[in-house]
């Protein structure tokens, strides 16, 4: 990883030690955005091509447009995909992984300028005598680069220096002037996607480096957009060379998530290193990867340089200040579906359009075949175990390497609902009994081929390994079915029944063997499935490759295509202590295998037409009923 606090002194202005060679840009595979008059008809009420709403799949679909915000020229943003980061870049650049923006948004033509900045501090409610902890605190006596001064009481650019690009600033300096413009610091994906494109040029301009299309400097820094024909495909200027440009995004690794954290403000995050993009002007002949539109480096939020400048975006609505660019890492090619066909089926309009909060579904259960399964309903969520909820994980089982295989953590997304079971299948169900005879018992004793054939025979399937952990966590991200803090009232696992190592005493399920299944209704998950932690490990359809999780990487392939790979199993057992049946925990095993800690549950893909019997009234979302809107696609 490469910092740029190594180049925070003009005396430094070397590059970083590490080099490498780039090759092509990585594949670019856009999945458009969903399409529908509603989002068409923000843009036609805007004023803007409906294109931008509705998305683009490659750069020559768009033409930049230019519109004066407040005084600044921005430019505008489609709907789109690309693929972020570098296959063969730094090591901060990847993996490479889709990043998806399901509306337009604005961003600065320029980096921001001198005579701007001025504007900002002259239009403080108190006057501004010292800028500190803006801009360099060195400024202005020995910092001239600034070219701010204070006469009658006002700040004025000096002679020359208005329409030049504004250098020594902090992020926290950038981020305030963001906001009294009533825009925001791009976010890193943001900020990248202006820059390349769905084509993911590794320049603004292209694929091959032309050094007439970068800044660079002898003497004094140019005029902000001095270099028109190294504009990216929206048309924004000096995105490569020119100054580092501060983003939102605190750095952490990829795969880029806007929703673990990295978008925060200053007041929830005033210490870690934030993100800056471009490069800067200082590069010496044939050292240009610093200058793609890939790379990454960080600097301390408070710590200005004479290279550190910035630009702005707003979301299309200029009320909206959230970050607009989310992770779309897609399951499938499928379309969503749209609202009206969950409508038509009796079920909300929210299962199809997506929820965002665990708290935001509530569960609905139908019968298929005599057997009840819970929906799932579209949206995304983080796969895997952060950096915090390891150090949580820690508590209960004290080896980080253990949790090696949840890593890294990252967004995985679902443009439709899906079926799960509400309980894991039965011996009842499945017509014969494993190691214990109870009809209302899970089969254990199960083999991955046996597991399959059965879900297959209901015209089902086993879940994918993403959509098991997807029912049990939801969009909240839970550590466990039912919250984030172990409770040992809530599943059946190693408690003082249990004689293996790592057995708490205090705690007692209630059972020696495998409880029935629903025996603990308080903990069940988001979507009301129930005993997703402890009882039996649950088959899952999956070979357990490393993270990301990427559907079409062989990892999703049936048993006539692969018959002996490690398949995944989920959610622990009744013999496992707290840190096994976390919602995150992987375990594999050989398909052949069979114990008594061996069962499973069944998923089914959403189909309008087989909507199933009714078992329990969904909920209605009242106020989605009525409107015609068109799905959201993850």
């Not at 600097?299 to 299309?316: D, K």
């Not at 915090?388 to 990252?410: K, V």
């Not at 009842?428 to 089969?443: A, F, K, L």
């Not at 070979?543 to 622990?572: F, K």
Request: charged fraction near 20%.
């Amino acid at each position: 990883m490469r910092s740029a606090g190594r180049i925070a002194l003009f005396l430094l202005f070397i590059l970083l030690s590490s080099t490498s060679a780039h090759g092509q840009s990585p594949t670019n595979n856009p999945h458009e955005p969903a399409t529908g008059h509603a989002k068409i008809a923000g843009c036609v009420a805007a004023g803007l091509p409906a294109g931008a709403c509705t998305g683009i799949s490659a750069n020559d679909e768009w033409t930049p447009l230019v519109r004066e915000l407040d005084g600044v020229e921005m430019v505008l943003v489609p709907a789109g995909c690309f693929e972020m980061g570098n296959e063969v870049g730094f090591r901060g650049e990847q993996p490479v992984h889709e990043i998806c923006f399901e509306q337009p948004f604005w961003i600065d033509r320029t980096e921001v300028t001198v005579d701007q900045f001025a504007r900002f501090l002259n239009g403080q409610d108190e006057p501004v005598n010292d800028y500190e902890g803006w801009l360099d605190p060195w400024s202005p006596t020995r910092a001239p680069r600034v070219q701010l001064v204070r006469q009658d009481g006002m700040w004025v650019p000096e002679p020359g220096h208005a329409s030049r690009p504004l250098e020594s600033v902090t992020w926290a300096g950038a981020a305030e002037y963001c906001a009294w413009r009533e825009a925001r610091l791009p976010g890193e994906a943001e900020w990248e996607y202006a820059a390349r494109g769905p084509d993911g040029l590794l320049y603004p301009w292209g694929d091959e480096f032309v050094a007439d299309n970068v800044v660079r400097v002898i003497g004094r820094m140019p005029e902000a957009g001095s270099k028109p024909q190294g504009a990216s495909w929206v048309g924004a200027l000096d995105m490569s060379s020119s100054l580092f440009e501060w983003v939102n995004s605190i750095y952490t690794i990829y795969p880029y998530d806007a929703s673990d954290g990295r978008e925060a403000g200053l007041d929830a995050d005033s210490a870690s290193e934030r993100v800056m993009r471009g490069g800067a002007w200082y590069h010496p002949d044939g050292m240009f990867d610093d200058l793609t539109t890939t790379a990454r480096f960080r600097a301390s939020p408070h710590v200005a340089a004479w290279s550190y400048s910035f630009r702005c975006a707003r979301s299309l609505d200029p009320g909206e200040t959230a970050p607009t660019g989310v992770q779309r890492a897609r399951l499938a090619a499928k379309p969503a579906v749209p609202a009206a066909v969950c409508a038509e089926a009796g079920l909300p309009r929210t299962a199809c359009t997506g929820v965002s909060a665990n708290d935001e579904w509530t569960p609905v259960i139908r019968e298929f075949d005599g057997i009840p399964m819970v929906l799932v309903p579209a949206g995304c969520f983080t796969m895997g175990s952060t950096e915090e909820q390891i150090d949580s994980a820690l508590t209960l089982l004290d080896r980080r390497g253990f949790y090696r295989d949840e890593q890294p953590a990252h967004q995985q997304c679902f443009s439709e609902p899906i079926w799960i079971d509400l309980y894991e299948v039965t011996n009842g169900q499945y017509g014969s009994y494993g190691w214990w005879r109870q009809d209302e018992q899970p089969r254990e004793s199960i083999t991955w081929f046996e597991a399959d054939a059965y879900c297959r025979a209901r015209g089902a399937r086993l879940p994918t390994e993403v959509e098991w952990e997807y029912a049990a966590r939801g969009p909240d991200s839970l550590a466990f079915p039912w919250g984030n803090t172990f409770d040992g009232t809530r599943l059946n696992f190693c408690d003082l029944n249990c004689l293996n190592p790592g057995l708490d005493a205090s705690f007692d399920d209630g059972y020696r063997t495998t409880a029935p299944v629903g025996s603990y209704p308080n903990g069940a998950s988001w979507v009301g499935a129930l005993d997703m932690s402890g009882n039996v490990w649950e088959w899952v359809s999956s070979i357990l490759l490393d993270y990301p999780y990427t559907p079409d990487d062989g990892r999703e392939v049936n048993a006539e295509q692969d018959s002996t790979s490690l398949r995944g199993v989920r959610g622990g057992a009744r013999l496992d202590p707290a840190y096994i049946v976390r919602s995150a925990n992987r375990n594999e095993r050989p398909p052949t295998q069979s114990t008594a800690l061996y069962g499973l549950r069944c998923a089914r893909s959403f189909d309008s037409a087989v909507s199933g019997k009714s078992a329990i009234q969904p909920v209605a979302d009242d106020e989605e009923l009525g409107q015609e809107t068109e799905a959201v696609t993850p």
